[in-house]
C-alpha cells in the first residue's frame, strides 16, 4: 500500500492550498482517509477525516473547523483537503492517512490508521 501526498508549499497568511493524497494498493473506497499534522515540536494534530464509500460524513479538528474542507474521489483514488483562509499557525507537515480496517467508522485517533503517507511540508508565512 502507497499513498502519495503532494500539493503542499509556501501561501501568504489569509491564502488557500489544496492537497492531494492517492492511493495504491488498497481498496480505496473501502476505507476511512484521514489526514493529519505534525509542526516542530508539537505532537501528530488530527485535522479531519471522511467516510468509507460514498464519503458523505466527515469530521474536523477544531483549529480547522470551517476553514478546511475533506473530499474524495473513489474513481481515482484520491483524497483532498482543501485548506481555506490559512493562518501561520497552520504551518506544518501534512500527512495523509488510511485506517487499518475496512468500513470502519471515523476515528480521529492516529493509533487506528494503518496506512501513511510521505507528508507533504505546508508553510504559511507573510
Known amino acids: 500500500v502507497q499513498l502519495q501526498a503532494s500539493g503542499g508549499g509556501l501561501v501568504q497568511p489569509g491564502g488557500s492550498l489544496r492537497l492531494s493524497c492517492t492511493a495504491s494498493?488498497?481498496?480505496?473506497?473501502?476505507?476511512?482517509m484521514g489526514w493529519f499534522r505534525q509542526a516542530p515540536g508539537k505532537e501528530r494534530e488530527f485535522v479531519a477525516a471522511?467516510?468509507?464509500?460514498?464519503?458523505?460524513?466527515?469530521t474536523y479538528g477544531d483549529s480547522v473547523k470551517g476553514r478546511f474542507t475533506i473530499s474524495r474521489d473513489n474513481a481515482v483514488n484520491t483524497v483532498y483537503l482543501l485548506m481555506n483562509s490559512l493562518k501561520p499557525e497552520d504551518t506544518a507537515v501534512y500527512y495523509c492517512?488510511?485506517?487499518?480496517?475496512?468500513?470502519?467508522?471515523?476515528?480521529?485517533?492516529?493509533?487506528?490508521?494503518?496506512?501513511w503517507g510521505q507528508g507533504t511540508q505546508v508553510t504559511v508565512s507573510s
Open positions: 492517512a488510511g485506517d487499518g480496517l475496512k468500513f470502519r467508522a471515523i476515528t480521529t485517533s492516529p493509533s487506528q490508521y494503518t496506512y
Open positions: 494498493g488498497l481498496t480505496f473506497s473501502s476505507y476511512v
Open positions: 471522511i467516510e468509507s464509500t460514498s464519503g458523505f460524513s466527515t
